[in-house]
């Protein structure tokens, strides 16, 4: 079983930034990924940005340019650093870690919340 923390989240002003952190514990195998979902009031969830053990990286269009995925393998500690943040971002925001060896299981944080608002 795998446990995820997430913190960082909040409220920013357009344009503003924040730091998303997920630190994962139990059980955890490589090769693996973790990343970022998020889900807006009457939307589904999507894809924001991910990250493997290895270090290859993959980011939805909407936000390339603007967030920055990174890890710390030694911490099993996935990072989002979001800048130029706009009301579209704001969103329930939701780590997640899947196994290479297992992919069709996927555990999730418990979700924090971004709200982007003047």
């Known amino acids: 079983q795998v446990r995820l923390v997430e913190s960082g989240g909040g409220l920013v002003q357009p344009g503003g930034s924040l730091r998303l952190s997920c630190a994962a514990s139990g059980i955890i195998f490589s090769p693996n990924t973790m990343g970022w979902y998020r889900q807006a009031p009457g939307k589904e969830r999507e894809l924001v940005a991910a990250?493997?053990?290895?270090?290859?990286?993959n980011y939805a269009d909407s936000v390339k340019g603007r967030f920055t995925i990174s890890r710390d393998n030694a911490k099993n500690t996935v990072y989002l650093q979001m800048n130029s943040l706009k009301l579209e971002d704001t969103a329930v925001y939701y780590c997640y870690f899947r196994s290479f060896l297992n992919p069709d299981l996927t555990h999730w944080g418990q979700g924090t919340q971004v709200t982007v608002s003047s």
């Open positions: 990250v493997t053990s290895g270090g290859s990286t």
